[in-house]
């Protein structure tokens, strides 16, 4: 009786021990979780060629490069959206990224002119304002593929794909993961040039709405334009499948390989150290200094507000600054990041960002020492420090 107790008691602990860990083990044994979304499926053909579909190239490569990777990386797991014909809603697509708190979101596409047979290469793209007619035209044509579900108006909130004006939502959006979406998509490229010897179509930013639903770093990838005809015969070449594959996987393990070494560094399990919106920049609550109105010296920090972030260099009269004059910039990550104001009185700064703050609602203050950024929490302690002693 009492052995059996015991067994009992033994069997439940065990279950205790193991259910529970056996429950997340898809998920937590993992360091990695890469999601591969290829374009299109089912009814939804995707552009159209003379030989092909774009939906079965996309297919073809997303299945090639998860291979590489579910071979090569056994830290990493790999969801697709699909893999096999089917069709897939747009925002399904991101849910089901979001849903596994996927790591990276890698979304493959091809592309297509009417007009223009001849144009050749590979672009990759990242959320946010498309700079001209021509990419704001690739963004509508795949943000197109939502008109194939009935439900379309209430899903996606009125957007309208077709419509320009539906875009102004992507001008007033800030993405926290710009910067690693924008690495990830130079590091695409720059295989794309080198080992698959693709022309160099770019890095380049325009409203996706299936980026827009991911909550985290995410590209989509145009791999070429299936309306020329010498390029939808790679891209349906074994060669050409297995040549992009190979070049999206050796950017994504140079990728992930960094994102490593940064989260070491850092010495914390953060997984967006080094993005620019984050916490570390913001100013804390508790961060308020009293008003005093010091004079400043030189070698203090120097306070700024950085109001917004763009892949691209922007004009001084670029609508995006909104009119602001004197606005500055610097370069991190691959981004040009932009500052209005300058003061060695944190206070002037505080209540300058009150007078922008309607116009970019996440502006937030930065600091720089000697010409170079510096942690703000630390600038501003140095600032409360210099003011009470004086
Ligand atoms: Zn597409």
Redesign the pocket.
């Known amino acids: 009786m009492k052995k059996n107790w015991l067994y009992i008691l033994y069997i439940l602990l065990l279950l205790g021990n193991i259910l529970p860990a056996k429950g997340h083990t898809c998920i937590t044994d993992k360091d990695f979780v890469l999601v591969i979304d290829a374009?299109?499926g089912g009814h939804d053909p995707?552009?159209i060629g003379r030989i092909s579909k774009?939906k079965n190239i996309?297919l073809n490569v997303a299945l090639k490069l998860g291979k590489l990777v579910e071979e090569n990386c056994p830290d990493v797991k790999v969801i697709y959206t699909r893999q096999r014909d089917v069709f897939i809603p747009l925002d399904r697509r991101a849910q089901i990224a979001n849903d596994a708190k996927a790591d990276l979101f890698i979304s493959i596409?091809?592309n297509s002119l009417a007009q223009n047979r001849t144009v050749k290469g590979a672009s990759t793209w990242t959320l946010g304002l498309a700079k001209s007619q021509a990419n704001l035209e690739v963004a509508q044509?795949?943000n197109a593929?939502i008109l194939y579900e009935n439900d379309y108006k209430t899903r996606y909130a009125g957007f309208n794909p077709n419509s320009a004006e539906s875009y102004i939502i992507f001008e007033f959006m800030q993405d926290k993961y710009m910067e690693q979406s924008v690495h990830l998509a130079s590091l695409v490229q720059k295989q794309f040039r080198h080992t698959c010897k693709r022309h160099d179509r770019g890095v380049h930013q325009a409203g996706f709405l299936v980026l827009k639903a991911s909550a985290m770093p995410s590209i989509l990838i145009e791999l070429g334009f299936i309306s020329t005809p010498e390029e939808e015969r790679y891209l349906n070449s074994q060669d050409g499948i297995n040549t992009l594959a190979l070049g999206i996987y050796q950017a994504f393990c140079t990728y992930k390989q960094e994102q490593k070494a940064r989260r070491g560094d850092a010495n914390s399990g953060n997984r967006s150290s080094f993005s620019p919106q984050k916490a570390p920049n913001a100013v804390p609550a508790s961060a308020q200094p009293k008003e005093e109105g010091k004079k400043t010296v030189n070698g203090r920090p120097v306070f700024k507000i950085q109001i917004c972030t763009s892949a691209e260099l922007l004009k001084s009269n670029d609508y995006r600054l909104k009119g602001l004059k004197g606005v500055e910039h610097y370069q991190e990550g691959g981004l040009y990041k932009y500052t209005y104001g300058a003061s060695e009185d944190y206070n002037a700064i505080v209540r300058l960002r009150r007078d922008v703050i309607g116009k970019f609602k996440d502006a937030f203050i930065i600091a720089f020492r000697n010409g170079q950024k510096t942690d703000v929490n630390q600038a501003i302690r140095d600032f409360k420090k210099n003011n009470s002693s004086n």
């Open positions: 374009g299109h995707g552009a774009e996309n596409h091809t044509r795949e593929v």
